[in-house]
């Protein structure tokens, strides 16, 4: 919807599919499509997005999203320190 944009520069450290438990409950089942970036690369350009994490599991990834159309844009996670 436009409303939350992001934008990194830099390399993109890792690209693929996740389908551990938590992707395939956010995903409503299947994986989750991803790539990792560096975080001191990446950065809200416009609008701020809204973040949830499980409360039900240990160490969840903290999922970013924009809270008008819900659109998944970003995860930070604890098992992958500095990146995006």
Same mark, same amino acid.
């Given at each position: 919807?436009?409303?939350?944009?992001y934008r990194?520069?830099?390399?993109?450290?890792?690209?693929?599919m996740c389908?551990?438990? =938590?992707?395939?409950?956010?995903?409503?089942?299947? $994986? +989750?499509?991803?790539?990792?970036?560096?975080?001191? *690369?990446? @950065?809200?350009?416009?609008?701020?997005?809204?973040?949830?994490?499980?409360?039900?599991? =240990?160490?969840?990834?903290?999922?970013?999203?924009? $809270? +008008?159309?819900?659109t998944h844009?970003?995860?930070? *996670?604890? @098992?992958?320190?500095?990146?995006?």
């Amino acid at each position: 919807c436009g409303e939350v944009r992001y934008r990194f520069a830099g390399p993109i450290a890792m690209k693929g599919m996740c389908f551990c438990r =938590e992707c395939q409950h956010v995903s409503g089942g299947g $994986g +989750t499509i991803a790539m990792i970036v560096p975080e001191d *690369s990446f @950065r809200y350009t416009q609008g701020a997005p809204k973040t949830f994490a499980r409360t039900d599991i =240990e160490a969840p990834a903290a999922r970013e999203f924009c $809270g +008008t159309c819900g659109t998944h844009l970003a995860t930070r *996670s604890q @098992r992958t320190p500095g990146s995006v």
